[in-house]
């Protein structure tokens, strides 16, 4: 089994910042890709960035420019650097790992179990 745990969230006021964390720990093989999802009171769970084993990175629309995902391999860990935070980027967000042994081989998905994030106006 593979565990995910979230820290860093918490209360934060319009245009702060705030960094999240992704520990993972477990069976994690060399193909994987880490995603951060939020999801608000009353709206659809929301992909908000992920970051592949090599590096690259994908950022929603909504969040570019004051977001961005990185990891560090020898930590097991990824965050995401919010920064320009909004009213509207309250939500839960949860961490997200996606693994396979290689690219013809069964993934694996595994959720953390969310954490908070609250901007005040």
């Known amino acids: 089994q593979v565990q995910l745990v ?3 969230g918490g209360l934060v006021q319009s245009g702060g910042s705030l960094r999240l964390s992704c520990a993972a720990s477990g069976r994690i093989f060399s193909f994987n890709t880490v995603g951060w999802y939020r999801q608000a009171p009353g ?28 990891r560090d391999n020898a930590k097991n860990t990824v965050y995401l650097d919010m920064n320009s935070l909004k ?10 790992l996606l693994t396979r042994l290689n690219l013809l081989s069964t993934s694996y998905e ?3 179990q969310g954490i908070q994030v609250t901007v005040s106006s």
């Open 6 to 8: 979230e820290s860093g």
């Open 43 to 70: 709206k659809e769970r929301e992909l908000v960035a992920q970051i592949f084993s090599l590096g690259p990175t994908n950022v929603a629309d909504s969040v570019k420019g004051r977001f961005t995902i990185s």
């Open 87 to 96: 009213p509207d980027d309250t939500a839960v967000y949860y961490c997200n």
């Open 110 to 112: 595994y959720w953390g």
